[in-house]
């Protein structure tokens, strides 16, 4: 995506220090985007954010949807996201807008996993 700097996946929003895949308690897994606001705008984040991922689904803390924001801008700007998301209130959306806690970067395994799963199958043809 243009304009994203990096991305990093994680832990974040719990009490517990440096939770693990193995260990995590009360930390949800999440990623950390780092993005140009020069370039692409924390709007444009939440809508391929909510095209790629369906919260209608009550989760776990591990696993639950979740939006880690910097800024009252920030909040308002999920805030608007989330209500889009359940416009016409046919569906329950599930999606804690919490600031952002400490973060801590998760296993080595889990960064750009998609681009690793992917090298690592073989060819069709």
Same mark, same amino acid.
């Given at each position: 995506m243009g304009g994203v700097? /990096?991305?990093v996946v994680g832990y974040t !929003? !719990?009490? *517990? #220090? /440096? &939770?693990?895949y193995q260990n995590i308690m009360d930390a949800t897994e999440a990623f950390l985007v780092e993005f140009d606001p020069s370039i692409?705008?924390?709007e444009e984040i939440l809508d391929e954010w909510s095209d790629q991922h369906a919260p209608?689904? &009550?989760s776990k803390c591990q696993y639950r949807s979740a939006i880690f924001y910097c800024s009252e801008e920030q909040r308002n700007a999920a805030l608007k996201k989330v209500e889009e998301l359940g416009k016409g209130g046919e569906r329950k =959306?599930?999606? +804690?807008l919490e &600031? =952002?806690?400490? @973060?801590?970067? !998760? #296993?080595e395994y889990h960064q +750009? @996993?998609? #681009?690793? *799963?992917m090298s690592a199958r073989a060819p069709m043809f």
């Open positions: 700097v /990096n991305v !929003g !719990g009490k *517990q #220090e /440096n &939770p693990t692409i705008s924390y209608y689904y &009550p =959306v599930y999606v +804690d &600031p =952002v806690s400490t @973060f801590y970067r !998760g #296993e +750009d @996993f998609l #681009e690793k *799963q």
